[in-house]
């Protein structure tokens, strides 16, 4: 089975890859297998070089992602966030780990009820701080709350250079 590898290398970024290729060759469930990779992203989280002058700058329209490693198991991608930029309610096509490098991604979480939703929690995720989650129970809006712009590191479960993202369904249901 041919499986394509995409990498750009960048400071850093290589002992993430590695650790993280070992962790999914381990086949553990999503839930496990976010948490070993949050606790490897917690020893190795880069530095803001992991991305280029350039690409930290972000766009003004909207917050950018910059896809730096794909392979089918997992995608490893920097995302910039301009201050006051956030995502639409969503969820995703797997497990996710982030790692905060600058800004404040304000995450909200919310449950699906089927014909609304309902807000189950808040947290404010600032510089150095990492966490991970797995599907169900991962509908989330995230926004950069603080005035400068933030950068994360996300890891995903899944191939977002195939997929073309890591959203796998957007909510448009009522918040009540």
């Known amino acids: 089975m041919d499986m ?18 070992e962790v ?3 086949r553990l469930d999503a839930h496990e297998t976010a948490l070993a990779v949050a606790a490897l992203l917690r020893e190795r989280l880069p530095g803001l070089d992991v991305l280029t002058p350039q690409e930290r700058a972000g766009s003004p329209d909207r917050y950018v ?7 089918e198991d997992f995608s490893v991608v920097g995302v910039v966030w301009r ?3 956030d995502t639409v309610i969503h969820d995703h096509v797997s497990w996710c780990t ?19 939703l309902v ?7 600032r510089p150095g701080e990492v ?11 995230v926004r950069n709350t603080s005035s400068e712009t933030g950068v994360s590191l996300h890891i995903y479960g899944a191939d977002v250079s195939r997929l073309g993202s890591s959203v796998r369904r957007v909510y448009d249901l009522p918040v009540r």
């Open 131 to 141: 966490s991970g989650f797995a599907p169900p129970g991962d509908i989330h809006k």
């Open 4 to 21: 394509a590898t995409t990498t750009i290398a960048r400071p850093g970024l290589e002992p993430i890859v590695s650790g993280v290729s």
């Open 65 to 71: 992602s910059h896809v730096l490693h794909a392979e």
């Open 83 to 85: 201050p006051g930029q």
């Open 98 to 116: 982030f790692g905060i490098l600058s800004g404040i991604e304000y995450e909200t979480l919310y449950r699906d009820m089927g014909d609304h």
């Open 24 to 26: 999914v060759a381990r």
């Open 119 to 125: 807000e189950i929690g808040r947290a404010e995720n």
